[in-house]
């Protein structure tokens, strides 16, 4: 996602229907970068970050240069793991509530703080101001949760022992130590802090390696959250290109947190088992909505568009295929594709757009190669296909197809952009099967007035998480509950217990109290043996598990 093009601040025309040529002058009051991203302000940012290499990120809105960076090289990677290494021992004895605190802090900071981290986020993705605010929403409501509940899940448990009274067993979480994480650059705050909060809380230290393009969302992070009382040290980030430092901090830590494409994620998963440390991936997907015959078509419809467009597709959760029953299709179908005709696009750090820019050029490129490719084997383009250089170099309208084939690139390969494809369907096992016939399975969406067969169908989607009458929101917002990919979208979750207990090791404690496990009171082995044999059959007959 580099570019070299001359640096250029966004100029902030109003949101415009996909139809409208933009306005050219700025609207008074609305903020450019140089407003945003000050030298004071990436001062701030960069302190404690390290690199004796200098590289930059850019900004979607003209393609420019919006700061430049330090580059880590290994020896910079090395030394950051070092301070957090010293830095992780006395943050893991503090005790967990005053972890957790750090938490609660920080999430009412960035509520406080909100509108630096939404210019942040849209100039470096390039999103609609809306879609920059569900990070928000999501990280808001991580620090909630883990600030709350930690005590909770990470308290010691005790359990029965293997001679209940004689044994008494304690199993505790220990921190794993220092967690290594690459976060990727398409939701730079959730997808960066909200990974690493469960780690903290646990008594972790993180050495982050964020996408240069979107650091300083991450940067920004860090900075409210050393604020909130987080020791400087326990929170390192290393900036660089992925393939010179992603494998520098993946070989370095003591478990690994990826987010990002299944193909890199492979090469995590075999760099980590290699070392024999844990890692948790989330990867790829191609989302299925199906439609059944009993939807509220209105509201599908615009469910859909939620669904489809947020962060112009962008989001690994995201819908890029639509089943929808042929009883309501045409009605259907008829009322998405007027709504996405409708949507406006827009470059202003400002509410207003309905979908923002694709993040660069790569993203374009893939975008505009899927639709070409369809096109040009039969596909017919119902709303969009097309670029918008008018409003931005790596604009492309929200673009739906039908008409679209197996043997077509954008049917079973993962577009990441504001991309769908119609399908109909007569029969919901076949749209179940469809639905399913692909290596991915990280979310599905179902549709319909009947909430048991809601559940029915849910179940029987090959997909970590399921939402009925909702694109992705319900399933990722539930914080208490799990969310990961099944099948190649992914290993491990995060949320819940799952998403803070995978940052430590369970350790039990066993102490024996009165009588050693071997022959006593004058037992030979004989005897001590059919002690143990009787003393089995009347634990199972008492029910003791």
């Known amino acids: 996602m580099t570019d070299t093009h001359a640096s250029a601040a966004p100029t902030g025309p109003a949101p ?51 700061a430049e960076l330090p580059e880590a090289g290994p020896e910079d990677v ?13 943050w893991a004895a503090t005790p967990v509530r005053e972890r957790a605190a750090v938490l609660l802090r920080f999430h009412d900071l960035v509520l406080q703080r909100q509108a630096e981290i939404l210019d942040l986020v849209q100039l470096e ?64 705050f959730e997808l960066s802090v909200g990974d690493a909060l469960p780690a903290f809380v646990a008594g972790n230290a993180v050495v982050m390696k964020p996408d240069t393009e979107t650091a300083l969302s991450a940067l920004w992070a860090r900075e409210l959250l050393i604020e909130a009382g987080l020791p400087a040290d326990v929170f390192q980030v290393v900036l660089g290109e992925g393939p010179a430092v992603g494998p520098e901090v993946v070989s370095r830590g003591d478990y690994v947190s990826f987010t990002g494409s299944t193909r890199t994620g492979r090469e995590v998963a075999r760099s980590a088992a290699g070392r024999l440390v844990g890692f948790s991936l989330e990867l790829g997907g191609k989302n299925p909505m199906l439609v059944l015959r009993d939807a509220d078509v209105e509201k599908a419809a615009a469910g859909a568009v939620r669904a489809c467009f947020a962060s112009a597709g962008q989001l690994c959760i995201s819908i890029e295929r639509l089943y929808v029953h042929e009883s309501v299709a045409d009605a259907f179908t008829e009322r998405f594709v007027a709504r996405v005709k409708a949507m406006r696009l827009g470059t202003a750090l400002a509410y207003g757009a309905d979908m923002g820019s694709l993040a660069g050029p790569r993203q374009l490129a893939a975008v505009t190669a899927h639709v070409d490719e369809a096109v040009a084997k039969g596909a ?147 005897a001590y043996a059919a002690f143990m044999s009787r003393s089995l059959k009347v634990m199972k007959a008492l029910r003791l598990r």
Request: glycine content about 12%; charged content about 20%.
């Open 125 to 188: 993705t390039g999103k609609a101001r809306l879609h920059a605010h569900e990070e928000l929403q999501a990280v808001a409501m991580a620090a909630r949760h883990y600030g709350l509940k930690a005590p909770a899940y990470l308290k010691p448990k005790h359990h029965l022992g293997a001679v209940p009274t004689l044994t008494r067993v304690t199993e505790q979480r220990v921190p794993r130590g220092v967690v290594g994480q690459i976060a990727p650059w398409n939701y730079p």
């Open 16 to 66: 415009q229907a996909i139809g409208t040529n933009p306005q050219a002058p700025v609207p008074e009051g609305v903020r450019t970068a140089a407003d945003v991203v000050t030298p004071e302000v990436l001062a701030r940012l960069l302190k404690g970050v390290g690199g004796s290499g200098r590289t930059a990120n850019h900004t979607p809105f003209g393609g420019g240069v919006l």
């Open 78 to 90: 090395e030394a950051a793991f070092a301070r957090a290494r010293a830095a992780q021992v006395p």
């Open 380 to 526: 017919r383009v119902l709303a969009g296909g097309v670029a918008r250089p008018d409003l931005g170099p790596y604009f492309y309208e929200p673009t739906v197809l039908t008409d679209v084939e197996p043997g077509m690139a954008v049917c079973a390969d993962e577009t990441f952009g504001p991309v769908v494809s119609l399908y109909r369907f007569t029969d919901e096992d076949e749209a179940i099967a469809r639905a399913n016939s692909t290596p991915y399975g990280l979310n599905a969406s179902v549709w319909t007035r009947d909430a048991k067969r809601a559940l029915a169908v849910a179940s029987r989607l090959r997909a970590g998480t399921v939402n009925v009458n909702e694109g992705y929101a319900p399933a990722y917002g539930s914080v208490r509950a799990p969310m990961g990919g099944m099948k190649e979208s992914g290993v491990g979750r995060r949320h819940g217990s799952e998403g803070l207990l995978k940052y430590t090791e369970p350790q039990t404690i066993a102490q024996q109290r009165l009588l050693p496990m071997g022959p006593s009171l004058g037992m030979d082995d004989a």
